[in-house]
């Protein structure tokens, strides 16, 4: 290769970089964006409640029902109840919430598959990069619900289960509904990781294990009884470092 053509590959090489740089940085840009219109929109929910649950599930599925009487009760309570906006458990969430008093909030986001969203929000956001929604789940909610689901279900549920073991988030009720489903992670969780010292076994005490929807909302208000649903000054300051 000549001189001349090794000058030149050179600043075709410096040219693709600063390309490239700059879409990291418009990129890096539009995140930014994400959480802001986020935080400005979901500001006045509170208080609210994260439902999560499988996306594959039809309206006469029993799980689907149940998620929907769930998030009825809690919009009537005075909750907003906040879901991922798609079809199956969330659609069953974001519609039980849409006919009660309460906001029914849906964080969409953008997949190759399964995410169409439902006609029940009254607050819709569309995400592009999971982790700027699975931060606004955290930060907006008040408790978990969390019904039968795949992998995405697990994902929200070990993400807070993590945030708050590690004193990352404040503590708030992590509920599983179902127990039937959830009984084999659950041995599997004092079995092994228990067992073998992977966890603490209070860790385990994160969980509740709750069937009835009006007990639901029961243990949610119980967990907030002595103190206000507004996070407190320090655990505000955790909130704004997830």
């Known amino acids: 290769m000549s001189a001349q053509d090794k000058l030149r590959h050179l600043a075709d090489t410096q040219a693709d970089t600063a390309s490239s740089t700059a879409r990291e940085s418009w990129r890096m840009l539009g995140i930014m964006a994400e959480f802001v219109e986020a935080t400005e929109?979901?500001?006045?929910?509170?208080?609210?409640?994260?439902?999560?649950?499988?996306?594959?599930?039809?309206?006469?599925?029993?799980?689907?029902?149940?998620?929907?009487?769930?998030?009825?009760?809690?919009?009537d309570a005075g909750f907003s109840v906040i879901s991922g906006g798609g079809p199956g458990i969330m659609e069953a969430a974001s519609k039980g919430a849409f006919h009660g008093k309460s906001p029914s909030v849906g964080l969409n986001i953008r997949?190759?598959?399964?995410?169409?969203?439902?006609?029940?929000?009254?607050?819709?956001?569309?995400?592009?990069?999971?982790?700027?929604?699975?931060?606004?789940?955290?930060?907006?909610?008040?408790?978990?619900?969390?019904?039968?689901?795949?992998?995405?279900t697990l994902d929200e549920l070990m993400e807070a289960l993590t945030l708050i073991q590690t004193g990352k988030s404040r503590r708030i009720p992590l509920i599983l509904m179902n127990a039937a489903y959830w009984q084999g992670?659950?041995?599997?969780?004092?079995?092994?990781?228990?067992?073998?010292?992977?966890?603490?076994?209070?860790?385990?005490?994160?969980?509740?294990?709750?069937?009835?929807?009006?007990?639901?909302v029961d243990a949610i208000f119980k967990h907030y009884e002595r103190r206000g649903f507004e996070p407190l000054p320090?655990?505000?300051?955790?909130?704004l470092n997830l």
């Not at 999560?52 to 998030?71: C, I, M, N, T």
């Not at 789940?137 to 992998?151: D, E, I, S």
């Not at 079995?191 to 009835?212: K, N, P, Y």
């Open 111 to 152: 997949l190759p598959q399964e995410q169409q969203s439902n006609a029940f929000q009254d607050i819709s956001l569309t995400f592009r990069h999971f982790f700027a929604r699975k931060v606004m789940f955290v930060r907006f909610t008040a408790a978990y619900v969390v019904l039968p689901g795949g992998f995405g």
């Open 41 to 75: 929109r979901l500001a006045p929910i509170r208080p609210a409640v994260s439902i999560f649950g499988s996306a594959r599930l039809a309206p006469d599925h029993p799980y689907y029902v149940q998620a929907e009487k769930v998030a009825r009760l809690l919009s």
């Open 234 to 239: 320090h655990e505000h300051e955790l909130l």
């Open 185 to 216: 992670l659950l041995d599997w969780f004092r079995e092994r990781l228990v067992a073998e010292g992977m966890i603490a076994a209070e860790d385990l005490d994160l969980l509740q294990v709750i069937d009835a929807p009006e007990q639901v």
